[in-house]
């Protein structure tokens, strides 16, 4: 199967920082990854599909960039709204994988 | 826009067998360009992928509980389910239920709501 690894696991900043998290595969996935955000008693939402497609209605913010075996999402300026925690998920394989998780909060 | 919502028992025994039900609103369980999935979150943990399945029958399971996992689909009723057999107090967790859009890979872009299963006695 295919590990997906995020770092850091937990990350605190300032409203209006760049923020920027990190997921890697444990092989070359192409773009199949995708980036989701779950706030707190919520089911998780897509952000990102393929790398770097914005899904429709997302803040402009949200970035996602990456292949084969490294990817990124970045805020470009966190708002407090932004606190979550992030998820990558690869679909290269139909035995689909999770990352586990990066807890964003505001410093 | 699809809507999904889990159904089942929220309390299950150890070494019983838990049983869920997703029901597709807003769509057609047999449209092509979907396929469904089962993924649990432990209370305070991160996201696990249970398994995945076409309208066909066809399923992908998790290597870690594929000996213990059936996912099924029933057309007419536009609706999905999962069983786990012989589950124990590992298996507790929010269980939701989710639309796979298989363009560029496959994404999933509805959730339910989830469902908690807790396992006890």
């Known amino acids: 199967d295919i590990q997906m690894t995020q770092s850091p696991s937990s990350l605190s900043a300032s409203v209006g920082d760049r923020v920027t998290i990190t997921c890697r595969a444990s092989?070359?996935?192409?773009?199949?990854l995708n980036w989701y955000q779950q706030k707190p008693g919520k089911a998780p939402k897509l952000l990102i599909y393929a790398a770097s497609s914005l899904q429709s209605e997302v803040p402009s913010r949200f970035s996602g960039s990456g292949s084969a075996t490294d990817f990124t999402l970045t805020i470009s300026s966190l708002q407090p709204e932004d606190v979550a925690t992030y998820y990558c998920q690869q679909s290269y394989s139909m035995l689909c994988t999770f990352g586990q998780g990066t807890k964003l909060e505001i410093k | 826009q699809l809507q999904l919502q889990e159904s089942g028992p929220g309390l299950v025994k150890p070494s019983e067998t838990l049983s869920l039900t997703c029901t597709v609103s807003?769509?057609?369980?047999?449209?092509?360009?979907?396929?469904w999935g089962w993924i649990r979150q432990p209370p305070g943990k991160g996201l696990e992928w249970i398994g995945t399945?076409?309208?066909?029958?066809?399923?992908y399971y998790n290597s870690s509980l594929k000996s213990r996992v059936t996912m099924s689909v029933d057309t007419s009723r536009n609706q999905f389910s999962l069983k786990l057999r012989s589950v124990t107090a590992a298996d507790t967790a929010l269980y939701y239920c989710?639309?796979?859009?298989?363009?560029?890979?496959?994404?999933?872009?509805?959730w339910g709501q989830g469902t908690l299963v807790t396992v006890s006695s």
């Open positions: 807003g769509g057609s369980i047999s449209y092509s360009i979907y396929y």
């Open positions: 989710a639309s796979i859009y298989s363009d560029t890979g496959g994404y999933y872009d509805y």
């Open positions: 399945i076409f309208h066909s029958g066809s399923t």
């Open positions: 092989q070359n996935i192409s773009n199949y």
